[in-house]
């Protein structure tokens, strides 16, 4: 039996009322196939609570305006909604100022913003160290950044668990180790990575680390000073928020060494012909008109995740992921893919003689939605040998009762398959 998330200090907390908190979603009352919606592929994205959906739509129809340049009265309305959500941000990730808080389109774009910004100051024969887990996202970008300016790129193995070698990880950093590159909590086999001792060991050869957080900050508390983090990525829509909007977080200092990562308006104090100055931060890497509604709907999108309490959250997803991985256990031809100590609500999978595309088209029949493929994380199915694994995710909003479903819709392929 795993040991899912570690909740030792929230094992007391008072169980969610999930019955109560599903009419939040309105997407979870509907019908698939004539089936209820059993929705299980929140590491994709998750479903969005009314009040997430209103604070958009409250926007659009009430202070629809562009930010920061305007006088009248929307635009100050819409700048001070769209601040307040940034302010949410850094409390929510315990950022030191605000100004250490970037909006961005997502995890993608927060990577790539410091691999082109950050990524100018590297050479040839520097290295940036990732590991075997990470999604495509945190691969690609540093492999464009080695094409450009010569430095090596470094890859720490993970065991036939999912986990990350932790001593073969020690051994790659040296003095040539420039920036490392790590996910908080892996996409496609929900392990969690112990990134404070990942950090510190990283920072004492001299190099800088980012976090890819896409997964982790809808399932973990997350403090950024005391992970002593220098980046920190993550998206809104995997956090009950908006599809558009993510956040990068850096330490002031790094930022301010930065130069802009794309130009425009907002993110310059003057322009001339003989040359430009930059404006203050945030607002230095935050070219033209942003998503206004997207950053409102986020932070809308913390406050409902706030309310809940990540601990009580962090709790009922162990809970889930304990049932799924016993049901697993005993379900014939069924490989669990990824079996780490520590890991988040997500049980990935295959079933023997049974691709993992026809499981996927079967459990939709069955109103199941799951993810099947590489998960963006081809150097993982690689790694155990598989062209693809199902995989399910959990949120707050699922109940034992789904999981059943998930494994009478594996039980229905079986027999088809059988």
């Known amino acids: 039996m795993l040991t899912a998330l570690n909740t030792s200090p929230t094992a007391r907390l008072p169980a969610l009322d999930v019955a109560r908190l599903r009419q939040d979603f309105p997407i979870l009352q509907r019908a698939v196939h004539g089936q209820p919606l059993v929705y299980l592929d929140n590491a994709a994205t998750s479903q969005k609570p009314w009040s997430v ?5 409250h926007y659009y129809a009430h202070y629809n305006a562009n930010i920061h340049r305007g006088v009248h009265q929307m ?6 909604a769209y601040e307040a959500a940034r302010d949410r941000v850094r409390d929510f990730i315990h950022a030191s100022s605000r ?12 990577i790539n913003l410091v691999a082109s910004s950050f990524g100018q100051r590297l050479q040839a024969g520097d290295e940036i160290l990732i590991t075997e887990m990470e999604h495509h996202s945190n691969i690609v970008p540093w492999q464009l950044l080695c094409q450009r300016s010569g430095a090596l790129l470094r890859v720490a193995p993970i065991d036939d668990a999912g986990q990350l070698c932790v001593e073969q990880f020690a051994k790659l950093l040296g003095p040539r180790t ?13 392990s969690i990575n112990p990134v404070k001792k990942l950090v510190n ?63 425009g308006g907002d993110m310059i104090r003057e322009v001339r012909f003989a040359g430009s100055s930059w404006n203050d931060l945030p607002y230095k890497f935050e070219a033209g008109t942003p998503n206004i509604a997207g950053g409102i709907g986020l932070g809308a999108a913390l406050d409902y995740v706030g309310g809940v309490g990540l601990a009580a959250i962090a709790a009922h997803e162990s809970e889930l992921l304990r049932y799924a991985t016993a049901l697993a256990g005993e379900f014939p031809g ?21 691709h993992p595309h026809d499981i996927g088209t079967i459990l939709d ?12 994380a081809m150097p993982v199915m690689e790694h155990f040998g598989v062209p693809a694994t199902v995989r399910a995710s959990f949120a707050l909003y699922n109940t034992r009762h789904e999981i059943d479903t998930l494994f009478q819709g594996l039980t229905k392929a079986r027999e088809m398959f059988g």
């Open 53 to 57: 959906i209103e604070a958009e739509r």
């Open 75 to 80: 635009s100050q309305e819409a700048t001070e």
């Open 99 to 110: 100004e250490e808080i970037i909006f961005t389109r997502g995890t993608t774009e927060s």
């Open 178 to 190: 420039r920036l490392v590159a790590l996910s908080h909590m892996s996409n496609a086999l929900g």
């Open 201 to 263: 060991l990283a920072h004492q050869v001299g190099a800088v680390v980012l976090l890819d957080g896409a997964q982790a900050v809808a399932h973990l508390p997350v403090n950024v000073m005391d992970i002593d983090c220098d980046f920190y990525a993550f998206s809104g829509h995997k956090l009950y928020g908006p599809t558009g909007i993510g956040v990068l977080y850096a330490r002031r200092a790094i930022l301010d060494s930065m130069p802009p990562y794309q130009g």
């Open 334 to 354: 069924l490989t669990q893919i990824g079996t780490a100590a520590d890991k988040g609500a997500i049980l990935s999978f295959t079933l023997a003689g049974i």
């Open 365 to 376: 029949s069955c109103g199941v939605a799951v993810r099947t493929g590489h998960h963006c």
